[in-house]
């Protein structure tokens, strides 16, 4: 192939040398970036470590006032002699309570045994009536679409206005 002869023409040359130009815009924005964003990395990372040391100075300015404070705090010996004492009295007070209120006690749990035998009475009562309602209801949901079919023929006499149904809206 010959160079010499080869026909290149103005507008190839012209794009090809717009692109070159475009890549080389292109790298030195991406260049510039680069550096700004290096910048402000560098200075957020020293802000940050200002920060860190601050925080740091501050607990350990906090910890050696709390250790000063401790330092001065006077320790006592324990004497369980009271709580012992006071333990005793509780055991004899819960020992007459016991004496006295157990029997009773024992009334309130059979009363509540009672109770809980006609609860369980009561609720078995309220799931037939609920299933009784919802067996009226039904009813009362089909007597509704007899009405206004006997409506719609002409069968009720007029004026009549009574409606079934409808009571779940």
């Known amino acids: ?6 026909k290149v ?15 080389i ?3 030195a924005q991406l260049d510039s970036t680069v550096k700004t964003l290096d910048s402000s990395v560098t200075t957020m990372q020293a802000q940050a470590t200002t920060v860190d040391v601050a925080v740091l100075k501050t607990d ?29 009295e509780l055991e004899t007070k819960v020992t007459w309570m016991m004496d006295d209120w157990g029997p009773k006690m024992n009334r ?5 045994d009672d109770f809980d035998d006609r609860l369980s009475d009561i609720e078995t009562v309220q799931a037939v009536i609920d299933n009784e309602m919802r067996t009226i209801m ?8 007899v009405l206004a079919e006997l409506q719609k023929s002409g069968v009720l006499p007029t004026g009549e206005k009574r409606q079934y149904g409808s009571y779940g809206d």
Request: aromatic share 8%; glycine share 10%; net charge negative.
């Open 60 to 88: 350990l300015d906090n910890l050696k006032t709390q250790l000063i404070a401790l330092s001065l705090v006077e320790v006592e010996n324990f004497d369980p002699t009271d709580i012992l004492n006071a333990i005793t």
């Open 9 to 23: 023409s103005i507008g190839i040359v012209g794009v090809i040398v717009a692109q070159a130009f475009g890549i």
């Open 138 to 145: 039904t009813d009362h949901g089909g007597f509704a679409d």
């Open 25 to 27: 815009w292109y790298v």
């Open 1 to 6: 192939m010959d160079l010499k002869n080869m």
């Open 108 to 112: 309130v749990g059979d009363d509540l």
